[in-house]
């Protein structure tokens, strides 16, 4: 048996065992948002596209997923959803002048004699595909903080009627700042976990430090841990923000509800 497909069906069972239906489904998840990157990256091929709009609708549909399918509509997914729409906003605006400005798109000297038998004039815009890479890599990681502040604030607000607009944020402030340092933490070893040929290679290319963090392909990776950072401090606030809103607004229209 093939070793993917035996991976495969063991992650299968382990999380249809530990999570149930809700297992089942984020394993089903997995397949349909391989399935909508694919499909994006055969759209961007086409020369006439915008590889920033794609990704933007792209990641839409990656985030409906991740939330609604996997954790049904209701107002935490709801509140995570918009939450992360709102980061991806206003960080877009960062995420192109950041590229524009490191001049990161392309390929590093290091992939240049890898390509030298193709034609390299493929009519494509590379500083927004690069846009378009630090995008997608950073959607997951806003996706699954923006559910992890949305879903105990509904608790807590569930268990205490009666706390304040204002405590209710700063509650979820508090719970923000726990998944900061780990998620940061996360990124910043998975990039050295995954990328650990990356610096093998430097080291056979006899790279000194400065050559390194100098070097476009290893800037590239960089940029994108940064703004992951970035995306998971923006969305705590926001993702707080508004559920200390939507929860304690329901709450008021309800009670003015049973008064009429």
């Keep these: 048996m093939n070793v993917l497909l035996l991976l495969a069906i063991i992650l299968f069972a382990l999380m249809a065992w530990v999570g149930g239906a809700k297992g089942i489904r984020s394993f089903a998840a997995l397949f349909i948002n391989f399935i909508i990157v694919l499909m994006a990256v055969f759209v961007m091929n086409d020369p006439t596209g915008n590889p920033i709009i794609i990704t933007l609708i792209a990641c839409a549909f990656i985030s409906a997923v991740s939330l609604f399918f996997i954790n049904q509509v209701n107002n935490k997914t709801m509140l995570a959803f918009l939450s992360t729409i709102a980061t991806m906003v206003i960080l877009i605006f960062f995420i192109i002048i950041l590229t524009e400005q490191s001049m990161i798109y392309g390929l590093g000297e290091e992939e240049s004699g890898e ?3 193709f034609n390299v004039h493929i009519g494509l815009n590379f500083i ?7 995008i997608m890599s950073t959607i997951g990681a806003i996706v699954d903080t923006a559910i992890s502040i949305t879903s105990p604030m509904r608790e807590i607000h569930e268990q205490n009627p009666e706390i304040s607009r204002k405590h209710l944020f700063l509650a979820g402030i508090r719970i ?16 050295f976990g995954g990328y650990m040929g990356l610096l093998i290679w430097f080291k056979d290319l006899d790279y000194s430090f400065g050559d390194i963090i100098n070097a476009k392909v290893f800037n590239d990776e960089m940029l ?21 809103y939507y929860l304690k607004k329901k709450k008021s229209d309800t009670a003015l509800d049973k008064r009429e």
């Excluded at 923000?176 to 990039?191: E, K, Q």
């Excluded at 841990?225 to 401090?233: D, R, Y």
């Design 115 to 117: 390509i030298t038998a």
């Design 128 to 134: 927004q595909i690069a846009t378009a890479v630090i």
């Design 176 to 191: 923000g700042r726990d998944i900061l340092g780990t998620s940061t933490n996360t990124l910043f070893f998975a990039f």
């Design 224 to 244: 994108g841990i940064l703004i992951s950072g970035l995306g998971i401090a923006l969305v705590i606030p926001i993702a707080s923000l508004m559920s200390a």
